[in-house]
């Protein structure tokens, strides 16, 4: 038995090994990495804060910071009434035109809110959850329209970002932008509708394939008489429209509403696998490990659908932290001008026109393109995207003092907040996509990686710039010789800068 004794001991050696390794300190890279995936990119005193922590401990810090609510007050309009359809039909031609006008304002104004939301936040994973299940649990206020309506959906995705997915899935089925985007609310007994029933098992919780056709229509009867009071906004269920009768989903028969379907479906094995496979796509790297997410998925199950068992699980994957191409991420429009504001500093001082530069990298806020949403990955970048990006970048780095180009520099400061209603949008829309939207100090962000910038860069310092600005290697290092100033505007515009 002597040789079990000395595997014992090594045994014993390698898992020491293995929990000194966890408790080494992340180093500003290791913080650099792990707050970039798990929000926006860092500036230099949140790496400062977390460089000293462990990968363990930086995780817990980050689940202990989460928000449920905004820090940036909320809108002016959000209280305002409704103009229910029957109403808006009624009005003449200028008043209905007046209504819908003042629908666009106000989600422009609500694109810019939640991005001064992402910006200002001591919570980035909290909105970087909240858009995560807005990529998930999609609605469009192209086709919901009543603004007010997308700003309290956004509110119920903060509310239960990092809390309980049975209890998110419940929220949100009720919630009246999806019952608008899914026609829920339009879905009565005798004339099911299924578009709800279809999406909430493909694209919210099993995946295809994983269902049957006849699954889907006893499931729509059960959501019958879900609906909406258009004086309030608020949902309300409509008995005298429901379908009581029996209803059999996935083989077990009884007299099904919309919520014991829910049930249902959630009892179903694949529901967190699914769901984690989409959180290691977030936050891990584009091919998911099998292995690694059924492990997962099955803590996550036990865990009574806490959403924070998965994340913190996923956040504490080697991949996080290690500065490796092969794993890399490509950032979505967000991740690329919210992470620019926070780590270099600098100030969204065009919250509004920074929304439209966003639509026109490919990512609207509250306007995904379908039921699908925002297919991520290398779907963020075509030839219109990745110019979209560099001029967006272009502008940010050569914007006056005063954070406005000299062709914008004669707009009126309003023209980002507020529009009458006689004008054009889609001309407004166009002089918003070309303004200056971010405000931010080059010589300030230089000065504190100790680069001068009008004097020439060493190539110590030169690969210490790199390495604090880049996720991965440069794609195209900074040339010997380069000043300052022309080495940051040379890391930003590497195609290495669009990665996480």
């Given at each position: 038995?002597?040789?079990?004794g ?7 050696l390698a898992?020491?090994?293995?929990t000194?390794a966890?408790?080494?300190q992340?180093?500003?890279?290791g913080?650099k990495?792990l707050?970039?995936r798990?929000?926006f990119?860092?500036n ?5 804060a ?10 817990e ?11 940036t ?6 209280d ?12 003449t031609?200028?008043?209905r035109?007046?209504e819908?006008?003042?629908?666009i304002r106000?989600?422009l104004?609500?694109?810019?809110w939640?991005?001064?939301e992402?910006?200002?936040?001591p919570?980035?994973l ?5 858009l995560?299940w807005h990529?998930?649990?999609v609605s469009a ?9 997308m700003?309290?959906q956004n509110?119920l995705l903060r509310g ?7 209890e ?7 919630d009246?932008?999806m019952?608008i985007y ?7 007994r ?6 709800f029933?279809?999406e ?5 919780t099993l ?8 699954d889907?229509?006893?499931?729509a009867?059960?959501?019958?008489g ?9 949902y309300?269920f409509r008995?005298f429209?429901?379908d009581?009768g029996e ?9 099904f ?16 696998e ?7 796509r ?5 091919q998911?490990d ?5 492990r ?10 806490s959403?924070?068992q998965p ?5 504490l994957q ?6 490796d ?12 001008v ?10 969204l001082?065009q919250?509004v ?5 966003l639509?026109?990298?490919?990512q609207?806020?509250f306007?995904p393109p379908?039921?699908?949403g925002?297919?991520?990955g290398?779907?963020w ?8 990006r560099k001029?967006?970048?272009e502008?940010?780095?050569g914007?006056?003092a ?5 062709a914008e520099?004669?707009m009126d400061?309003s023209m ?5 209603v006689g004008e054009q949008p889609?001309r407004?829309?166009q002089m918003?996509e070309?303004t ?6 080059s ?5 504190r990686a ?7 860069v060493a190539?110590?310092t030169?690969a210490?710039?790199e ?9 195209s ?14 890391i930003?515009?590497d195609p ?5």
């Amino acid at each position: 038995m002597r040789w079990l004794g000395r595997l014992m001991v090594a045994l014993t050696l390698a898992f020491s090994g293995l929990t000194v390794a966890a408790e080494q300190q992340l180093g500003a890279q290791g913080a650099k990495l792990l707050l970039t995936r798990a929000g926006f990119a860092p500036n230099d005193a949140e790496v400062a804060a977390y460089a000293s922590l462990s990968h363990a401990a930086a995780v817990e810090r980050l689940l202990a910071g989460v928000r449920t609510t905004a820090v940036t007050p909320a809108p002016s309009w959000i209280d305002e009434r409704f103009v229910a359809p029957r109403e808006l039909r009624s009005m003449t031609e200028e008043a209905r035109r007046a209504e819908l006008q003042k629908q666009i304002r106000m989600g422009l104004d609500l694109r810019g809110w939640w991005l001064r939301e992402m910006v200002a936040t001591p919570s980035p994973l909290t909105e970087r959850m909240t858009l995560f299940w807005h990529n998930h649990f999609v609605s469009a206020q192209p086709k919901v329209r009543y603004t007010q309506l997308m700003y309290r959906q956004n509110v119920l995705l903060r509310g239960h970002a990092l809390g309980r997915f049975d209890e998110l899935l419940h929220a949100v089925a009720k919630d009246p932008a999806m019952l608008i985007y899914l026609d829920s609310a339009t879905n009565r007994r005798g004339s099911p509708n299924e578009n709800f029933a279809r999406e909430v098992m493909e694209l919210f919780t099993l995946g295809e394939g994983k269902y049957t056709e006849d699954d889907i229509k006893q499931a729509a009867r059960a959501f019958t008489g879900w609906s909406i009071d258009l004086a309030t906004g608020d949902y309300t269920f409509r008995r005298f429209l429901h379908d009581g009768g029996e209803k059999t989903v996935f083989g077990k028969a009884g007299n099904f509403d919309g919520d014991a379907v829910l049930d249902l479906i959630l009892a179903q094995p694949v529901v967190a696998e699914f769901i984690v496979r989409k959180l290691w796509r977030e936050f891990v790297s584009p091919q998911p490990d099998e292995a690694r997410v059924k492990r997962i998925a099955a803590q996550f199950r036990a865990s009574g659908w806490s959403i924070a068992q998965p994340v913190r699980a996923l956040l504490l994957q080697p991949e996080v932290i290690a500065r490796d191409e092969d794993n890399a991420l490509v950032k979505s429009p967000a991740d690329l001008v919210v992470g620019f504001v926070r780590q270099s500093g600098g100030e969204l001082s065009q919250p509004v026109a920074a929304a439209v530069a966003l639509a026109g990298m490919g990512q609207n806020l509250f306007s995904p393109p379908n039921v699908r949403g925002w297919p991520g990955g290398e779907a963020w970048i075509n030839t219109h995207t990745l110019l979209a990006r560099k001029q967006f970048l272009e502008r940010a780095l050569g914007g006056t003092a005063d954070g406005k180009s000299s062709a914008e520099a004669s707009m009126d400061d309003s023209m980002s907040g507020s529009m009458k209603v006689g004008e054009q949008p889609r001309r407004r829309l166009q002089m918003l996509e070309q303004t200056v939207s971010v405000r931010i100090d080059s010589e300030t962000w230089l000065a504190r990686a100790g680069v001068a910038p009008e004097r020439v860069v060493a190539p110590g310092t030169r690969a210490r710039l790199e390495q604090a600005v880049l996720a991965v290697p440069a794609t195209s290092p900074v040339r010997d010789g380069s000043l300052g100033l022309d080495a940051l505007r040379t890391i930003v515009l590497d195609p290495a800068y669009q990665l996480k």
